[in-house]
């Protein structure tokens, strides 16, 4: 019996990497501001496509955490496998680090580039490109908050047809994210990778997203827990504050329990994540993401 359930659980394992594409640069001729050439400094995008029977169209590029130091392995690939379960294209971005001497606007650009990409190479990976979301936990749930309130149309004009596209995510997914860059409440280790040691008041404020939601922000669903003693839940609970005075809808959930970094609380087949996957594939058919 014990090996037969083995057998059961790598068998699904196969299932759900089936669709796994190697990654791609997001840039073919190097990163604009690369400082080498090393694995490092070439952003990429692993894409993860569900079944095409299961599939909806519907696209998310996942940013993973790490404090801007480092990419949480189960906040992209488990989040991607997660996703295709329910017929969700799942994109794992692998953007640049200060751990590695980058600041700020390095990880937005590439995090912008990501969803232009995606667009332009709808038709090749099946997917619509005005169902394009982003998703990132602690860290990453800054850069996926930062992409959402930060987006741009696109370049018409553009030689590279990838920078005509609109780097506007349909949706956001924050999870237990890093928000703002204030004292108050910020992550200090993720704000000295993003900015520097001392950075200027003007560029805290700006990066503190909380303060740059406007009515043109797209629909987030947003959760955090109370206990989480790596990033405070205020994070979480004041950028639904801006998203509610700028009449831009959010779901928000508040769990009492879990600790930062947890992800799904689950390994794959993902039979019994934490409650927040389940209400997210909720909150997901709600969109016109999942059927």
Known sequence: MKTLSLLVLLLCSVILRANVLDPVPLWADGAPGALGKTEFDIPTLTPYLPEAAKATGAAIVICPGGGYGHLAVHEGRDYALYLNQHGVAGFVLRYRLGSHGYRHPVMLNDAARAL????????????????????????????????????????????????????????????????SMGDANTHRGSRKNLLGENPPEDLVKLLSNELQVTKE??????????????????????????????????????????????????????ANPHPWAKDLVFWLKAQGFVK
């Open 116 to 179: 232009r990409l995606v667009r332009v190479r709808a038709g090749e990976w099946k997917v619509d490109p005005k169902r394009v979301g982003v998703m990132g936990s602690s860290a990453g749930g800054h850069l996926a908050s930062t992409l959402v309130t930060h987006f741009d149309a696109g370049k018409p004009d553009a030689s590279d047809p990838v920078e005509r596209q609109s780097s506007r995510p349909d949706v956001g997914v924050l999870c237990y994210a890093v928000i």
């Open 217 to 270: 922000t797209p629909p987030c669903f947003i959760w955090h827990t109370w206990e989480d003693k790596g990033v405070k839940v205020e994070n979480s609970l004041n950028f639904a504050a801006a998203m509610r005075r700028c009449s831009v809808p959010f779901d928000l959930h508040i769990y009492q329990q879990g600790r930062h970094g947890i992800g799904l609380a689950d390994k794959e087949p993902f």
